[in-house]
Every structure is written in structure tokens, then in C-alpha cells.
Nanobody
Framework: QVQLLESGGGSVQAGDSLRLSCAGS????????MGWFRQAPGKERERVAT???????TYADSVKGRFTISQDNTQNTLYLQMNSLKPEDTGMYYC???????????????????WGQGTQVTVSS
């Protein structure tokens, strides 16, 4: 069974940085699209960044140039480095694993196979 455990969230000021981590087990990183999604109160869950089985990252327009997704396949750990944080980045951040061998292209929350429990990020102005 795939298990994902996020850590690294917190409360910061606008302009600060945070690094989220997701420790995974029960799968091989090179077989799945992995990603970070977030959900703000009253809003739908949205894709923040994904990284393909081949290590190719993609980002939502709202975080391009500020966030960096990476992974350590040897330890099945996914990271999200978040710089220049803004109040609109506030939300619960979820680590996600796509279906086996599915590409990241067009992946949406309804397509995710496994979710972590989430870690809260709060950015104040």
C-alpha cells in the first residue's frame, strides 16, 4: 500500500521560504507521476507542481519562478521548495501519487491514486 507523509509546513511572513517534504513508501518513484496540490478554505484543490517519472517538472502559472519540485528516488522523498511566499499561497498542501505509469500531462485531483494527509502553510502579509 502506498503511503505518503508530508512535513515542513508552518506559518511564515510574505517573502519567506518553506521547504515541504513527502516521505513515501510502498511504491517506486520512477513508476508514477508525483506532485503537490493545495487547497485553500472554500476553494477546490488545485495542482501546484508535478514531476514526471523521468524527472520533468511542471508548475502552475501562479508559482512559476518561485517554487521548485524535486525528488530523491533513492529515498522515495518528494520536495517542494517555496520561495517568495505570498498570502495567496496559504492552504493545505498535499503530496500526491498518480496512477501507475500514468503521465503527469493533464493530471487533475480526481485522477490521483494516493494522497498524503496534508501539511498546512499559512502566509501572512
Amino acid at each position: 500500500q502506498v503511503q505518503l507523509l508530508e512535513s515542513g509546513g508552518g506559518s511564515v511572513q510574505a517573502g519567506d521560504s518553506l521547504r515541504l517534504s513527502c516521505a513515501g513508501s510502498g511504491y517506486t518513484a520512477s513508476t508514477r507521476c508525483m506532485g503537490w496540490f493545495r487547497q485553500a478554505p472554500g476553494k477546490e484543490r488545485e495542482r501546484v507542481a508535478t514531476i514526471s517519472r523521468y524527472g520533468v517538472p511542471t508548475y502552475a502559472d501562479s508559482v512559476k519562478g518561485r517554487f521548485t519540485i524535486s525528488q530523491d528516488n533513492t529515498q522515495n522523498t518528494l520536495y517542494l521548495q517555496m520561495n517568495s511566499l505570498k498570502p495567496e499561497d496559504t492552504g493545505m498542501y498535499y503530496c500526491a501519487a498518480g496512477p501507475l505509469y500514468r503521465t503527469c500531462s493533464g493530471i487533475r485531483p480526481t485522477m490521483i491514486a494516493f494522497w498524503g494527509q496534508g501539511t498546512q502553510v499559512t502566509v501572512s502579509s
